[in-house]
């Protein structure tokens, strides 16, 4: 989306973009012993170098979804909309939080055109498992730290990351019950992202059958 002309804005952000740099990492996830740049960090990054060459950057939530805009002092403008998944869990409204606050700061972000310095959604660190761990090969805690971690955790789109990074350090079967902790978390118009994800896992025979049992009874 755009304004009908953006000439101006086009040339006060390229102005402005060898000026940005990445936004530093500020904060760190307990759960997978990471760093990243939040959204403080990054509107700190950003709005200072955008306001220099007379550009605004401003982020409305309607709800359904927040636009991020890039205002130039001309009046051009672009824009672009990000869905926001509906708040969720024990507490919806700190769920909704959560999400918009994850998705302001990527879409900040991408609208100017820098790269985060920030792993805390797609390349999370497995944690290590404890020293005191009985299981010979460590996975069995391992699982169990995610379990704990996508059951705490508020965002689907975290959730889902940890996920996938479980998949890179688990074996299938100790794999199964952090799928089951994130369904048992996962609202019913984000279900279809989870039943994808077992989809590409291709489980079969009694595993399937206790993840689709699962799945049925949060999507019932």
């Given at each position: ?69 890039l205002v130039h002092e ?21 769920s909704y939080g959560a ?120 999507a019932a």
């Amino acid at each position: 989306m755009s304004s009908d002309k953006i000439d101006k804005l086009a040339a006060a952000l390229c102005r402005a973009q060898a000026e940005l740099t990445g936004a530093p990492k500020n904060k760190r996830n307990p759960h997978f012993r990471s760093e990243y740049a939040d959204l403080d960090s990054v509107l700190r990054a950003v709005r200072p170098v955008l306001n220099k060459h007379g550009i605004a950057l401003l982020q409305l939530a309607d709800g359904e979804a927040l636009e991020t805009r890039l205002v130039h002092e001309s009046g051009q403008w672009i824009a672009a909309r990000t869905p926001v998944p509906p708040g969720g869990g024990k507490n919806p409204a700190q769920s909704y939080g959560a999400s918009l606050s994850y998705i302001r700061r990527y879409a900040a972000a991408a609208i100017c055109g820098i790269a985060q310095s920030d792993d805390d959604a797609e390349s999370y660190e497995a944690p290590a498992p404890s020293s005191g761990n009985s299981n010979s090969n460590g996975k069995g805690d391992l699982a169990s730290q995610y379990i704990k971690a996508v059951s705490e955790q508020e965002g689907h789109e975290y959730r889902m990351a940890s996920l996938k990074a479980a998949r890179k350090v688990l074996s299938s079967d100790d794999l199964l019950p952090v799928i089951e902790a994130v369904l048992k978390s996962t609202e019913t118009a984000d279900l279809g992202n989870v039943a994808a994800f077992i989809s590409d896992c291709n489980y079969q025979g009694a595993s399937r059958q206790r993840l689709m049992a699962a799945y049925k009874q949060v999507a019932a």
